[in-house]
């Protein structure tokens, strides 16, 4: 069996704009001043308590604190309410079926949350395209290898016969340690150049080129 292992904000959806309104919001609650969002990009895949680490070093852990929790406030609520934006990229959904229908097993490894994931999945009609569901709320952040190693061993897939999929150096290095091999997209936060320096052996640039990179 052949195991693709996706990322999923930048790499399946394009979640960006919720990502950085949530991310100003939880900034105002904690009384910090907001970063731009050329910065918070940079950050999205990291699991969120990392990513405020990054976003603001010198901040007070119960500023973190505020700040982690007024972010999960925020997306809960543009989730119940029907803003949340987090369309998949073009041409994601018909690759996924072919994926599968070429005899690919399916898993996600990514810095959400199991609600926020299974919310996302669900939202586009793709839960039970998946045999191995890994987010923050079980692992450690990328690139530590964990969250991978067990969509691994839940998929029953050794690492020479998988692949990870994603957008930033976060899910390269990931995978160069867990010993997967690595394709990067380029059209989520990270740059191709940038992944190639990581390790990825080819970048796409849309869905097809993907589809024909995994064959």
Same mark, same amino acid.
């Given at each position: 069996? &052949?195991?693709?292992?996706? @990322? #999923? @904000?930048?790499?399946?959806? @394009? %979640? =960006?704009?919720?990502? #950085? ?11 910090? !001043?907001? !970063?731009?969002?050329?910065?918070? *990009? &940079? ?6 308590? =990392? ?6 070093? @010198?901040?007070?852990?119960? =500023? /973190?604190?505020?700040?982690? =929790? ?11 309410? %029907?803003?949340?934006?987090? !369309? ?26 199991? &609600?926020? +994931?299974?919310?996302? +999945?669900?939202? /586009?009609? +793709? ?10 709320? &079980? ?16 998929? %029953? ?21 867990? *010993?997967?091999?690595?394709? %990067? ?9 940038? +992944? ?20």
């Amino acid at each position: 069996m &052949r195991l693709a292992v996706f @990322d #999923c @904000d930048g790499t399946l959806v @394009d %979640g =960006q704009a919720s990502i #950085c309104e949530a991310m100003e919001t939880a900034f105002a609650a904690a009384a910090l !001043p907001a !970063p731009s969002r050329h910065t918070i *990009r &940079r950050i999205v895949g990291l699991s969120l308590p =990392q990513a405020l680490r990054m976003l603001a070093p @010198d901040a007070s852990d119960d =500023q /973190h604190a505020i700040a982690l =929790q007024a972010y999960k406030d925020a997306f809960y609520t543009s989730r119940i309410e %029907g803003t949340l934006e987090e !369309p998949l990229f073009a041409g994601m959904a018909e690759l996924l079926d072919a994926l599968r229908a070429d005899g690919w097993l399916l898993a996600v490894a990514t810095g959400k949350s199991d &609600r926020g +994931l299974a919310s996302c +999945l669900a939202s /586009h009609g +793709l839960t039970d395209h998946f045999v191995s569901l890994q987010t923050a709320d &079980r692992h450690p952040s990328k690139p530590n290898p964990a969250m991978l190693e067990a969509a691994l061993f839940e998929a %029953g897939v050794q690492p020479a016969d998988a692949v990870m999929i994603g957008d930033t150096t976060y899910d390269i290095t990931m995978a160069r340690i867990a *010993r997967v091999r690595a394709f %990067g997209v380029d059209w989520g936060y990270h740059t191709a150049a940038e +992944l190639l320096a990581e390790g990825a052996e080819a970048v796409a640039s849309d869905c097809n080129h993907l589809r024909e990179l995994l064959r």
